[in-house]
């Protein structure tokens, strides 16, 4: 799950990390007051989408009035912003954020992932702060530190203080940069992030280290233990199709093909994704219904493939191992009745009550395409789509 810059901020605020102080605001006359109540001569306001590039993008400014919040607000909120990380069609603004200007002398780049391989949580970091890391992973590689901290020591004070002279920073600023990045790195631990992203880390003019930016996701199998940040959500950033499947705790994930599949099981998921692409065509979606779906689950399912404009054909991989192959096929023909269904549907299943699912299947009417074996299900749908 991920969240805003300014909930980013207000979480990283509470474990100590030095934030910029600031006001989020929805509305014009919001963005004006919130300007007066930092009570400086200079602010940045800020958009807030779940996307970065907001700078090049014209969705950050500084400002020094009431008046110009007010303006700036008026021209984003409830309109897109397109940056280069939202595709063409941009995210709708629905909040600014104002912040006190920090007059920045130093821009560096700071970030904490998961390194799977050195199974541990990793510090990145870099001189060349405020541009993509990936652009500086092409271009300078040399440029990026990686550090993996040892999870029985925690972030180490020695350690903290290695990538400080690696960045360059001195004298106060070594310590000030290794309090930062240690509270950094409870705050990682302790909420159940798999990323903190803070681009740009600055050195301001007046010698102070702190986050001008930040980007936090969290794992999602954390957040039971975490109500207040799951309470962070914003729906309206979210896939709606996501959104929906999770209702239902259906694994699904959205992707650029045509073709929908609906699978039980992560694994069979994967090869039939693969197989997909090896017949030629490209799936739509990930989605695994899971092992004991009802009719019910399916029948969501099915309705969430069909509602992505996008789909031009259907292919249901199932292995009836706990699921039963006529509970799956009840569900599939109630929700094809129930959104009448217009795209062709290849289904391939074996297992449990097999027999029984072809014939509900065959006996409901719908238009059904059924296949013999897996790669048989890839060829017809992918055939289905005129390919
Ligand atoms: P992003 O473009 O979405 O990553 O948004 P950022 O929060 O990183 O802001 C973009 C850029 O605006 C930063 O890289 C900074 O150069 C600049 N910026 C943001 N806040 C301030 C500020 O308080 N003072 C100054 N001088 N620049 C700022
Ligand atoms: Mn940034």
Same mark, same amino acid.
């Given at each position: 799950?991920? #969240? =805003?810059?300014?909930?980013?901020?207000?979480?990283?605020?509470?474990?100590? $990390?030095?934030?910029?102080?600031?006001?989020?605001?929805?509305?014009? @006359?919001?963005?004006?007051?919130?300007?007066?109540?930092?009570?400086?001569?200079?602010?940045? #306001?800020?958009?807030?989408?779940?996307?970065?590039?907001?700078?090049?993008?014209?969705?950050?400014?500084? #400002?020094?009035?009431?008046?110009?919040?007010? @303006?700036?607000?008026?021209?984003?909120? *409830? %309109?897109?912003?397109?940056?280069?990380?939202?595709?063409? @069609?941009?995210?709708?603004?629905?909040?600014? !954020?104002?912040?006190?200007?920090?007059?920045?002398?130093? /821009?560096? +780049?700071?970030?904490?992932?998961?390194?799977? %391989?050195?199974?541990?949580?990793?510090?990145?970091?870099?001189? @060349?702060?405020?541009?993509?890391?990936?652009? $500086?992973?092409?271009?300078?590689?040399?440029?990026?530190?990686?550090?993996?901290?040892?999870?029985?020591? *925690?972030?180490?004070?020695?350690?903290?203080?290695?990538?400080?002279?690696?960045?360059?920073?001195?004298?106060?600023?070594?310590?000030?940069?290794?309090?930062?990045?240690?509270?950094? !790195?409870?705050?990682? &631990?302790?909420?159940?992030?798999?990323?903190?992203?803070?681009?740009?880390? $600055?050195?301001?003019?007046?010698?102070?280290?702190?986050?001008?930016?930040?980007?936090?996701?969290?794992?999602?199998?954390?957040?039971?233990? =975490?109500?207040?940040?799951?309470?962070?959500?914003?729906?309206?950033?979210?896939?709606?199709?996501?959104?929906?499947?999770?209702? +239902?705790?259906?694994? !699904?994930? =959205?992707?650029?093909?045509?073709?929908?599949?609906?699978?039980?099981?992560?694994?069979?998921?994967?090869?039939?994704?693969?197989?997909?692409? !090896? +017949? *030629?065509?490209?799936?739509?979606?990930?989605?695994?219904?899971?092992?004991?779906?009802?009719?019910?689950?399916?029948?969501?399912?099915?309705?969430?493939?069909?509602?992505?404009?996008?789909?031009?054909?259907?292919?249901?991989?199932?292995?009836?191992?706990?699921?039963?192959?006529?509970?799956?096929?009840?569900?599939?023909?109630?929700?094809?009745?129930?959104?009448?269904?217009?795209?062709?549907? &290849?289904?391939?299943? /074996?297992?449990?009550?097999?027999?029984?699912?072809?014939?509900?299947?065959?006996?409901?009417?719908?238009?059904?395409?059924?296949?013999?074996?897996?790669?048989?299900?890839?060829?017809? &749908?992918?055939?289905? #789509? *005129?390919?």
């Amino acid at each position: 799950m991920n #969240i =805003h810059e300014f909930q980013a901020k207000q979480v990283l605020g509470r474990f100590g $990390v030095p934030v910029p102080k600031g006001q989020p605001a929805a509305t014009p @006359e919001e963005a004006a007051a919130a300007f007066r109540a930092l009570g400086q001569p200079k602010a940045v #306001i800020k958009a807030q989408i779940h996307a970065g590039g907001r700078g090049k993008a014209g969705g950050v400014k500084l #400002i020094g009035s009431a008046d110009e919040a007010r @303006e700036f607000a008026a021209r984003l909120l *409830g %309109k897109p912003l397109v940056t280069h990380q939202t595709g063409p @069609e941009g995210r709708v603004v629905r909040r600014v !954020y104002l912040e006190e200007a920090s007059q920045v002398a130093r /821009e560096l +780049y700071l970030g904490l992932v998961i390194d799977r %391989k050195a199974a541990a949580v990793a510090v990145i970091a870099s001189t @060349e702060g405020g541009m993509e890391i990936e652009e $500086v992973a092409a271009r300078t590689p040399e440029k990026i530190i990686t550090d993996p901290v040892n999870p029985l020591l *925690g972030m180490a004070p020695f350690q903290a203080r290695r990538i400080a002279f690696a960045l360059g920073l001195k004298d106060k600023q070594v310590g000030q940069f290794a309090a930062l990045l240690g509270a950094l !790195y409870r705050a990682f &631990v302790e909420t159940d992030a798999s990323l903190i992203e803070i681009n740009p880390l $600055v050195v301001t003019a007046a010698g102070r280290v702190i986050c001008l930016d930040a980007k936090i996701s969290f794992d999602d199998n954390g957040l039971f233990r =975490h109500p207040d940040i799951r309470e962070l959500r914003d729906p309206n950033e979210e896939d709606p199709a996501e959104t929906e499947a999770a209702k +239902y705790d259906l694994s !699904y994930v =959205h992707l650029d093909g045509n073709i929908g599949c609906m699978v039980n099981g992560a694994g069979l998921a994967m090869a039939t994704m693969d197989i997909v692409k !090896y +017949y *030629g065509a490209e799936p739509a979606n990930f989605l695994d219904v899971g092992g004991g779906a009802d009719a019910q689950k399916i029948a969501a399912a099915f309705r969430i493939l069909l509602s992505d404009a996008r789909v031009k054909a259907v292919l249901i991989n199932v292995f009836g191992g706990i699921m039963q192959c006529d509970v799956l096929a009840r569900g599939v023909v109630d929700a094809a009745r129930e959104v009448k269904l217009s795209v062709p549907l &290849v289904v391939r299943m /074996e297992g449990t009550n097999v027999k029984e699912g072809k014939q509900i299947l065959a006996a409901s009417g719908i238009k059904v395409i059924t296949a013999n074996d897996m790669a048989d299900a890839a060829r017809r &749908v992918v055939e289905s #789509i *005129g390919k």
